[in-house]
């Protein structure tokens, strides 16, 4: 068992490895940082007050209901185990 263990562990680890670096790639890209700066640089006043306005308030609204949600089972998993 162990000599399987460490015969997949490698094997793991470079899945992992490839997989984090999908996952990295597009953060890497220098373009994109260009490209919010240049976004940030043209904004405006009325942009960024309708972007809270319209944008802002129901991504909070998810964030406080998941929040719930979440406390929720939690209590309930440990009323269970209690």
């Known amino acids: 068992m162990f000599l399987l263990l460490a015969l997949a562990f490698p094997a793991v680890l470079l899945v992992l490895m490839l997989t984090m670096e999908r996952v990295e790639a597009p953060l890497r890209d220098e373009a994109l940082g260009e490209r919010v700066a240049q976004a940030l640089d043209d904004v ?39």
């Open 44 to 82: 405006r006043a009325d942009d960024v007050e309708s972007l809270v306005s319209e944008d802002l308030a129901p991504a909070v609204d998810r964030y406080w209901r998941r929040r719930a949600l979440r406390n929720r089972w939690l209590a309930r998993r440990l009323a269970k185990s209690s």
